[in-house]
Nanobody
């Protein structure tokens, strides 16, 4: 498996932007799926965006057109660019690496708070 460390969270005003980073402890080149998820208290963790090894992306309807997932294989890092942030985007954001259909790794999470 792989260790994942997220960074880039913080407090931002509505309409603002943040970029989250997820750095892996080893190469992500052959990891079949990298993703970002988020969770708020009392709710289940939900998918935000995923990125396959060959570059295909998928987004939750709530973030389409505002968020962009990307990766830098040379830096073993996955990014989540978040624009036009809304208060409902407030959550702990987690990075995920899926190694196989039944094996995945999670980061520790980074808090994103959107508030005026």
């Amino acid at each position: 498996q792989v260790q994942l460390v997220e960074s880039g969270g913080g407090l931002v005003q509505p309409g603002g932007s943040l970029r989250l980073s997820c750095t892996a402890s080893r190469s992500i080149l052959r990891i079949i799926l990298m993703g970002w998820y988020r969770q708020t208290p009392g709710k289940e963790r939900e998918l935000v965006a995923t990125l396959t090894a060959n570059g295909n992306t998928n987004y939750a309807n709530s973030v389409k057109g505002r968020f962009t997932i990307s990766k830098d294989n040379g830096e073993d890092t996955v990014y989540l660019q978040m624009n036009s942030l809304k208060p409902e985007d407030t959550a702990v954001y987690y990075c995920n690496a899926r190694h196989s259909p039944s094996i995945s790794s999670w980061g520790q999470g980074t808090q994103v708070t959107v508030s005026s």
